[in-house]
């Protein structure tokens, strides 16, 4: 019952956590002196589990780098650049073509100092960019202020200082008022078509208005926001789906009426032998739960999560399903060793009640290994790479369900044991074509090795050209063109392996002119990005008509269309992926174009505001705005209570929501009936 209700618990802090605004760094500053004229100004980064913190020095076209800003630095002179310190993790990124630097768990940056006067002012910040494996931070920032007597003062350094010539210090910014951060006609620079229209629009705006585009509506985003996890409901019928196709193989299926037969030769009274059979469902159900906590209490939430995207567990995941899939070709058997199921069986002969009865679940699933290890090895890979802690246990929670109804319900109904199908060949192709499938799902971890490396064997033509290939030899299989050494010699094709040829062909088929450059939305989710494709025919790119919050909506009121914000960064990957994924559809790039004005704001954005602003943040801390990008990404914290990218809104041209948010998902089913819905409550409210 613990540990139920442990499962419980962290599903519902599961749940919660998709609705919590995102704090994963904290980092604290300290002057580090020691009696000298040198010092250290030490940035210490405490980072949560699956997140990462960038270093220093990427360069000016990859994600927000490290970097340290003074905007006071009075009896002081700095000594050489921002030094990063700790573990730092080298890996190529395909998505920007360069080798990224990145820490995760600690991160510490140091600047040396030295002291030219005898006392010291000091105001600066560092400049980070966090993401994990679906969003990223806007650029966050860690202020550090220190003033006093200096220990020590470097002669050569004070006398260098006073040749300079002193600036008068800016004074800092008052807290700003919402309505003084919206744009004016003067500010409205970048917009990507030039919209006299819309300018001329804001600037007619008084300041009632342009603070009513400001007005927060998360409340209202939490009424049409689901508070359900789907991607927890995607696993577990994925565990149902590999439960039920485990149920079908040649070491499970003939067990079931063996062991419903034992039940009801054992017990006089039916009812006992059903009650027995229920509690042997029930016994294989809490066998493959646990081996799903076994694997999240291994691994545990950060390793999970850094398994999706990690090179080598990436070419493990695949080299190990490739020797699942030669498993089911018939190459070997994956069994365990005789002597555990012989011992388990002798145990269950030697005690009784329930004991006896959960030592034969046991000897089932050790006896069964040879078919339901490669499926269970499978689905514990795939979920497990999601990221999420609790995904093995409600994998294995679907999987043993399918297992284990079939044994109660035969029990409860020994006569539809007649009407069952009964063991044969047919098992044996049933493994085949589940080899078939690994051998495809094991190409996808490689291409994600392929991406992290750089090392471009993996393209989209190629992997592509993979799938044609094994699902074109799937179906000929399926046809009897040809056959793997423990098939039945003559085997024949019957009429489903003709429609399951015919749908293997037509999807291998269906794949061809991806080659090219369509889209492919089936596998879009699985096939590498669109920009590894070499040669590639397909132009339907989508491009934000403004990159300015309130310009944008001046010219949605002028042409009454909806709006869909678009809150990214220059360097969000997932972002990018989103755009070659989903907006390259057809259906998608007309609606963005068509229906709506489409506004991307940056929230990396490095051009610099008029003047600093001081705001007060969400959190009830004072925060400095410096740029553009700043500035969107307190719009987005402050509007609509998130603060990581992507994220997709969908507003009237008066700022108020029109559906629930969205962030990274490539299902382009799902987006659209995310946009109709935008569009559709638009019109309703005309």
């Known amino acids: 019952m613990k540990k139920l209700m442990s499962v419980v618990m962290l599903l519902f802090v599961a749940i919660l956590c998709n609705a919590q605004m995102a704090n994963p760094v904290k980092f604290t500053v300290q002057l580090k002196t020691n009696g000298t004229a040198e010092a250290e100004i030490v940035f210490s980064g405490k980072i949560e589990s699956g997140w990462h913190v960038y270093s220093t020095n990427l360069g000016g076209d990859g994600p927000t780098e490290a970097a340290v800003h003074f905007d006071k630095k009075d009896g002081i002179e700095l000594v050489?650049?921002?030094?990063?310190?700790?573990h730092e993790i080298s890996k190529m990124d395909d998505m920007f073509g360069m080798v990224l630097r990145y820490?995760?768990?600690?991160?510490?940056?140091?600047?040396?100092?030295?002291f030219t006067k005898p006392e010291h002012d000091i105001k600066c910040y560092l400049e980070y960019g966090a993401c994990n494996d679906?969003?990223?931070m806007p650029p966050s920032t860690a202020e550090f202020a220190h003033k006093g007597k200096s220990p020590a003062v470097d002669a050569a350094a004070a006398k260098d200082a006073s040749k300079a010539d002193v600036k008068a210090e800016a004074k800092d910014a008052d807290a700003a008022d919402v309505a003084d951060l919206a744009t004016t006609a003067e500010a409205v620079t970048d917009t990507v078509a030039a919209d006299t229209a819309a300018v001329a629009a804001v600037a007619n705006m008084d300041k009632s208005e342009l603070q009513k585009l400001w007005t927060p509506v998360v409340k209202q985003l939490e009424k049409f926001d689901k508070p359900i996890n789907n991607s927890l409901l995607y696993i577990f019928f994925a565990g149902l789906l590999g439960g039920l196709l485990a149920l079908f193989t040649p070491c499970v299926w003939p067990i079931i009426p063996m062991t419903v037969s034992f039940f009801l030769k054992r017990n006089k009274e039916r009812r006992k032998a059903i009650r027995e059979a229920i509690t042997y469902g029930v016994s294989i159900v809490v066998i493959y739960v646990a081996l799903g906590l076994i694997v999240s209490l291994l691994f545990g939430a950060s390793a999970l999560n850094a398994l999706s995207t990690n090179a080598i567990f990436n070419i493990l995941f695949c080299l190990l399903l490739v020797v699942f899939a030669a498993s089911f070709f018939g190459a070997f058997e994956i069994t365990l060793p005789s002597s555990w199921s012989n011992k388990i069986d002798q145990k269950s002969d030697e005690t009784s009640g329930f004991i006896s009865i959960f030592l034969m679940a046991f000897t089932l699933s050790l006896v069964s290994f040879s078919c339901t290890g490669p499926i269970?090895?499978?689905l514990l890979v795939a979920v497990s790479s999601s990221g999420d802690i609790v995904a093995p246990t409600i994998g294995m929670l679907g999987f043993a369900v399918a297992l284990a109804v079939p044994f109660a319900l035969f029990a409860m109904f020994p006569t539809l044991l007649?009407?069952?199908?009964?063991?044969?060949g047919w098992m044996n192709v049933l493994k085949v074509v589940l080899g078939f499938i690994e051998l495809a799902f094991a190409l996808k971890f490689l291409s994600v090795a392929d991406l992290a490396y750089g090392w471009h064997i993996l393209d989209r033509e190629a992997f592509l050209a993979l799938w044609i290939i094994i699902f074109g030899l799937l179906g000929l299989y399926l046809l009897g063109m040809f056959n793997f050494p423990h098939d039945d010699e003559g085997r024949r094709t019957n009429v489903p392996q003709f429609f399951l040829a015919l749908l293997s062909l037509s999807f291998a088929m269906y794949m061809v002119p991806g080659l090219w450059g369509a889209p492919l939305k089936a596998v879009s989710a699985f096939a590498p990005p669109m920009n590894t494709q070499d040669f590639n025919l397909y132009k339907n790119e989508v491009h934000p008509r403004f990159k300015d919050f309130e310009a944008g909506m001046a010219a949605a009121r002028?042409?009454?269309k909806p709006v869909m914000v678009d809150f990214t960064g220059f360097g969000c990957v997932n972002c990018r992926k989103m755009e070659a994924a989903v907006w390259t559809d057809s259906k998608v790039a007309d609606m963005l174009n068509q229906k709506y004005v489409l506004i991307s704001l940056y929230v990396d954005d490095k051009t610099p505001l008029p003047e600093p602003m001081v705001v007060t943040d969400?959190?009830?801390?004072?925060?400095?705005?410096r740029t553009i990008g700043d500035k969107w990404s307190y719009l987005q914290r402050y509007k609509f209570g998130s603060n990581t990218q992507p994220m997709y809104v969908l507003i009237d041209n008066e700022g108020m929501p029109l559906t629930g948010s969205r962030s990274y998902d490539e299902d382009i089913n799902e987006y659209m009936k995310f946009l109709q819905t935008g569009l559709d409550n638009y019109n309703n409210k005309k």
């Open 103 to 114: 820490f995760e768990n600690s991160a510490q940056f140091v600047q040396k100092i030295k």
């Open 376 to 378: 269970i090895g499978f």
């Open 134 to 136: 679906e969003s990223c």
């Open 418 to 424: 007649k009407s069952a199908p009964k063991s044969g």
């Open 558 to 560: 002028l042409e009454g």
């Open 80 to 86: 050489g650049k921002l030094t990063p310190r700790g």
């Open 618 to 625: 969400t959190d009830g801390t004072q925060r400095t705005l």
